[in-house]
């Protein structure tokens, strides 16, 4: 596996499960306006959502030197490459992302 490839599964994980918790968040809002659920329960959905979003930009680390790359993490993708260019070397210890994640730092 490469390192962009890890970082990515990261970060599409904590998009994934932020993107739930803010459709359950709306979802819990509309059913406690309908007195269905408690007012206080949105509450876990929205802390779920802000502890997402937190960890978008500290919990994802560069293998190699473990400097913070959430705020890149984004970037990975080739999307729009029109737009903005792919990032594809670590900004820290400048490793490539398209290498494997199990060799050594020389």
């Avoid at 993107?19 to 359950?24: A, I, K, N």
């Avoid at 819990?28 to 206080?40: F, K, M, Y």
């Amino acid at each position: 596996m490469t390192i962009r490839a890890l970082i990515l599964r990261r970060y599409d994980r904590l998009v994934l499960i932020g993107f739930g918790c803010w459709l359950s968040a709306g979802a819990l809002i509309i059913a406690s306006q309908a007195r269905v659920v408690p007012d206080w329960l949105v509450f876990v959905p929205v802390a779920g959502f802000v502890a997402c979003a937190l960890s978008l930009f500290f919990a994802i680390r560069c293998p190699r030197c473990r400097g913070s790359f959430g705020h890149l993490a984004g970037y990975l993708k080739p999307r729009l490459a029109f737009i903005r260019r792919p990032v594809n070397y670590c900004p820290y210890c400048g490793v490539s992302l398209d290498e494997p994640v199990a060799a050594s730092p020389d």
